[in-house]
């Protein structure tokens, strides 16, 4: 069971949406931190979930970053040790929202 818990939760988090955070822009004003990380996500699920916060007002990009990652790590065992690394992009974007004129 703790093994297909963790195997799932794995899979959200590579295929997943962007994840969003409330926060404030240098300037003050509100505005929301993206992360749209990872191998099987990339630009578009930043700019889809920008979207759907800021609506038809539409947004302004802040701050954008891309950085290649590598992860993993070594273990030792009985026959010597093993090593595994995945190399990932860490994709962070920093948007406000427009006011919508009237």
């Known amino acids: 069971m703790g ?37 099987a996500r990339g630009w578009d699920k930043c700019y889809a979930a920008a979207g759907e916060r800021c609506g ?7 701050e954008r970053s891309s950085e290649d990652v590598e992860h993993g790590g070594a273990a030792a065992n009985r026959q010597g040790g093993a090593a595994s690394y995945t190399k990932t992009n860490e994709r962070t ?10």
């Open 3 to 39: 093994k297909t818990l963790l195997s799932f939760l794995l899979l959200i988090g590579l295929f997943g949406c962007a994840t969003v955070r409330e926060t404030y822009a240098p300037d003050g004003r509100k505005s929301y931190a993206l992360n749209c990380s990872g191998t």
């Open 56 to 62: 038809s007002a539409g947004y302004d990009i802040i």
């Open 93 to 102: 974007m920093l948007i406000s929202c427009k006011v919508k004129q009237q």
